[in-house]
């Protein structure tokens, strides 16, 4: 009986399961590729400016909140376990598992963005150090890069590459917050129960490179210039 | 040359003759091979036409022979090009030691062009025929290129930093110079002439001008000016390392790191001051309050100071 | 029933065209032969913009003093001549159009691995098309198509942003075809195709496909940071702030080096398929052809500063670049030499995809090896931002790339509307293509050894004799490719029927009708024999 539910949900184009679990995997393992050379050109672009105003980057670096990054990091860390569960639980079609976990894994993402913007960032334009919109450090934050003897305009490229890298980042959670609760919808209705896994599966494939593009972002962000 | 028909620019640098034979020795193996495919396409067919609908030729075979000759053949051919445009490129790219040295501003859209004697030319470069110059570039807004085809030269000129490249002419006449990179809507306008003279004339065209002082003198009155020799002085300990000798010499900077004192540390020096070895980091960058070819004069009053006056021992 | 002396080929009564009618069918069709015929009319449409453009400039560039048009309107035409033809035309030809057509057919699939994601690339690829013509119409771009900051971000007035906007939105189209076709041929080849019976279509189009995963994202990147830095002024490009100008070309052309092996790969495959076709035999060195399309993937990737070689980069990193750049020739001198062996002891009939192949194959060569003079160091100073590069660029994409889409799509034709192109006319155009392409190019390799700079609307007077003859060509060339537009629409419509293999030509393509069903075969095929098997006839 679950072969036969397991057959219906075999698209017309593909043979069988195994050729349509191949095909999205590899399709989803393709697109993670393009990911990776995405984000490359941004950490090209941090490597060559880093090599070049080192003490303007440490400077920057001392100026984010590293109460927030560090909570980002294990927010994110414990939902790429809650996802991965969800994988496993989806995998054993438990229905109830996979809903709990898809939305604790929801929750902890949407919170990453919910604080990032509206805490972190909103912050940051509250102390002027947004490049662009209105970028004049004062006080503590002034003495800060002087005391690294590094020039505004560069701590300005900081902060631009800063507010860039971490911002494509966000977007990319927030695409994979709306890629998890469709999940939660279809899963809410019964549509895992059958074996049919393999959209669980690249949705947490994809939620976990986020978080590794986050694991590089936290350390070159927040943790350069003896942070540590 | 055929007359009205352009064929072939003036070879009228010490590099363009040995360029030339590099050209045609491309050309000649591009018309070679180009015939080659072509003829051996239109033969084979000809000779290999269907003659009827049914006609099944033989199979075809792998033949690993002929398949590593041509990929052997046109690799050697390639190394042999290699290394022939590449001596080439190594031999010409470092000026001559005792190249004059002319410095150029690029901006949008003509061609300021400043001799250290003093002279300026807008658009026009004159130079004396069979002498080494060393052209020291840089724009004041966006990348342009300063390309002269009867020398073979050509060099892209960036804001932020100078690029170089030189020349001897061997020709007396006049060639053209163009801008070779696109910068907006004037880019095709931004053209003009490297007039080469003989090496009298060319005195005497140098003693014409309007008398400017030199960029050296220009300088010295900037450094005045600007303060910069409140820290900079030239006897006693001062707050900035002294400039006397400094040119070419070598820095130890703050982060240990050792430099050449160059045109192009000069530059970043005055715009984007980095601490020295020994001095407090208080410079004032003077970003925005000079101009480039103002820049350049300071460097070129620096330059002077290379030989001139004796200087105590500051080095701490 | 009593046979027939003579087949009279005829249409099937029910094929992918005529199986459902109306906007819907084609909208929100998950056929990839029909989205090949969206991706066809977009394509060229956008050909004949950039065309209309190139059009005006030769004409103005008839006078030495430019008297047809103002600089400024002028620049923005060749910038939107570069990025339409570039991005709009040549990047989805053969790989949108015939890829999508062919490629799940070569491979004995009922259709790509995810075809709601081929429909979502053909509206991402319009959106992009179209805010880009929105850049265009309201007012232009004039930075040139490589978009070189600080010029792009600080100097123009023209429309950057909605432009590179453009650029970004259909750079999404091309890195969802390239996934998709990666994961088709990987997944869904017909039970006995092993990868070394794949036509070599198929190893062109991977390869392509690997470069477009790759490199589309870094273009995408480059123009969100363009964009970025031309609202904001932050300074990354800007050196008056700290930044680099040079850091954009190295982001730029680490994108638009592997993005011209996109333009010339695809039509590689498809002067394979030709070529064996019109010869009736198997590709000379099969696997050499195969694995020299994997390596140009491979090598386009780490020569792009050759196009940097005059901005101020050490002599080491020439060095270096240099040599790879000579090295990437290799593997398309290899492809040459095998097709031309490939008519060696064949049967070769001279119909119109053949004269195609045969005028690729010699330009690709003069093109290819006008490349070796800009891989030299020392000669590319010399004609860099030229005339020379204009011409040998031109070579490649048109003289190569551009007949190489013609060829294909009048070789499949037959297959695609179930028709028959008037021969004559085709190979009266293919003529006159040559001819007028010839004279339009060739003229320019003199000019910019002369000196003759790129991107300028006015010139000194001695050029001028070779401009006319440039642009003599090019009304040439223009009648060229008007002939073919009528009449392909012609005989789509009234064009005799085909049959299923009118070449009689191998490939997997030829074993269904024309055209073929929505499915492509009635049953899986099954394949038992290498590529190409023309010798193999049972006696």
Redesign the interface.
Known sequence: MSEGHAQALV?????DVE?QR??TS??MW??L???V??????F??YT??RG??SSAFEAGSHLLKIKFGASYTVMLICSSLTMALGVRAAQLRRRKALLIFLIITILLGAAFVFIKLRYEWYGDYLEHLV???DFAPEGENLVVIQRF?A?L??V??FM??YF?MTG?HALHMIIGVGLLATLFILAWRGHFTGGHYEPVEISGLYWHFVDIVWIFLFPLLYLIGGRY | MWQGFPIRPDQASTIAAGWDHLFYFLTGISIFFSVLIFSTLFYLAIRYRRRSQDEIPPPTKENLPIELTWTLVPSGLCVVIFLWATSLFIRNSRPPEASAEIFVVGKQWMWKVQHPEGPREINELHVPVNRPIKLTMTSEDVIHDFGVPAFRIKKDVVPGMYTTEWFAATQTGRFHLFCDQYCGMGHSSMVGWIIVMPPDDYERWLNSQVKVESMAAAGAKLFLQLGCATCHVAEGVGLGPPLQGLFGKELKLQNGKTVVADDAFLRSAILNPIPVAGYPPIMPTFQGQMSEDEVLQIIAYTKSLATSGERKDTKR | MSTVAVEVPALPDVHYLNVSYGWRSWLLTTDHKRIAWLYLLAITFFFFVGGAAATLMRLNLIEPQGSLLEPATYNKLFTVHGLIMIFFFLAPAVPAVLGNFLIPIMIGARDVAFPRLNLLSWYIFMLGGSVFLYAVIGGGVDTGWTFYTPLSTTYVNTNVISAAMGIFISGFSSILTGLNFVVTIHKMRAPGLTWFRLPLFIWSMYAASVIFILAMPVIAITMVLLMLERFFHVGIFDPALGGDPILFQHLFWFFGHPEVYILILPSMGVISELVAAFARKRVFGYSFVAFSSVAIAVISFLVWAHHMFVSGMSIYAGLVFSALSFAVAIPSAIKVFNWTATMYQGSVSYDAPMLYAIGFIGLFTMGGLTGLFLASLAVDVHVHDTYFIVAHFHYIMVGGAVMGYLGGIHYWWPKMTGRLYPEGWARLSALIIFIGFNLTFGPQFILGYVGMPRRYSVYPAEFQILNVMSSAGASILAVGYIIPLIYLLWSARYGPPAGPNPWGAKGLEWLTSSPPPTHNFEETPIVTEEAYAYAQEEA
């Open positions: 698209a017309e184009q593909f043979d050729q191949g095909a590899l399709g393709v697109f590729a393009t990911e050379l995405f984000f490359g050109g941004l090209c672009g060559l400016y070049l105003y490049p662009g919109i003897g020039a305009p560069h300005s490229l631009f590459l860039v494509v």
